[in-house]
């Protein structure tokens, strides 16, 4: 597989948004032995020369700009000035996000609304400018990491199930459109990172590496949706297949039971 790794990613021009911490720096790091010329966009621009000077001697270079993805003209402009950069764009992970409890009894408008900007609409800038270069080069990958959070709508977790459906629905959208360009959307299960620590049902939780691994691998492999761990894979796609009625049941109780007692 190792070589199968090497063919696909050797030395090519990868953009990741959200690169400096959680699945964005693991995808960093499991991508940096195949000598990649990264392009790393944040608003934590100390950490991301943190990542890139742990890999310095990987053979793979590191561009480092800071943005946030929630403001689409920095997006446009990171963007092009990487192509620029490096002459070219082959892949790029959409992969800035934000969680939170959005439920009735805890609702914040400006939780909600930084949800919204970060996980659908910087989504969408990122991969609209990105677009704007693979078209023309007809060629170029694109992988949007969703979640299995977009399996249904999660109580309390409705915001970011919402953003997560709709970046799933945009991926397909675009992919029947442009069938020249690879979209991969990715369903992560829970993966221990900065994102989901405050949860307290995590299950079938990975560490980043191993999951960053997989990720890396279902991409060379062209895959158009890529769902992990097995464990959750089974359990979204039975959950898909509920009816509505028993689902509204089981996700009620399932809210009712992680309420906390007194």
């Known amino acids: 597989m190792r070589?199968?790794?090497a063919a696909y990613w050797y030395g090519k021009t990868v953009l990741i948004t959200g690169a400096s911490s959680g699945l964005g720096a693991a995808i960093t790091e499991a991508l940096a032995p195949?000598?990649?010329h990264f392009g790393l966009l944040s608003r934590r621009v100390e950490e991301m020369q943190t990542l890139a000077g742990k890999h310095k001697n990987s053979g793979?270079?590191?561009w480092i700009n800071a943005c946030d993805v929630r403001n689409r003209e920095e997006v446009l402009a990171a963007v092009r000035a990487f192509h620029q950069?490096?002459?070219r764009l082959d892949a790029v992970w959409v992969n800035s996000g934000v969680g939170g409890d959005t439920s009735f009894r805890r609702w914040n408008y400006e939780k909600?609304?930084?949800m919204i900007d970060t996980n659908l609409k910087g989504a969408i800038y990122t991969i609209m400018a990105s677009l704007e270069i693979m078209v023309p080069q007809n060629s170029g990958a694109i992988i949007g990491i969703c979640s299995a959070a977009s399996m249904r709508g999660i109580g309390a977790r409705g915001v970011y199930s919402l953003t997560k459906i709709g970046l799933t629905y945009f991926m397909e959208s675009m992919a029947v459109e442009l069938p020249q360009i690879q979209f991969t959307?990715?369903?992560p299960g829970f993966v221990d990172t900065p994102l989901n620590r405050g949860n307290p049902n995590r299950m079938w939780l990975m560490m980043p590496e191993p999951a960053a691994q997989l990720m890396i691998k279902a991409v060379a492999r062209r895959k158009r949706v890529f769902l992990y761990p097995g464990q959750m894979k089974i359990f979204?796609?039975?959950?898909?297949?509920?009816p509505t009625r028993l689902y509204r049941w089981l996700g009620h109780k399932a809210?009712?039971?992680?309420?906390?007692k007194g």
Not at 255 to 260: C, E, I, K, T, Y
Request: net charge positive; no cysteine; aromatic share 10%.
């Open 255 to 260: 809210l009712d039971l992680g309420r906390p």
């Open 236 to 242: 979204y796609r039975l959950v898909r297949l509920l």
């Open 34 to 36: 195949y000598g990649v």
């Open 112 to 114: 909600m609304e930084n």
């Open 3 to 5: 070589a199968k790794l």
């Open 185 to 187: 959307t990715i369903h």
């Open 85 to 87: 950069h490096a002459g």
């Open 60 to 62: 793979s270079t590191f």
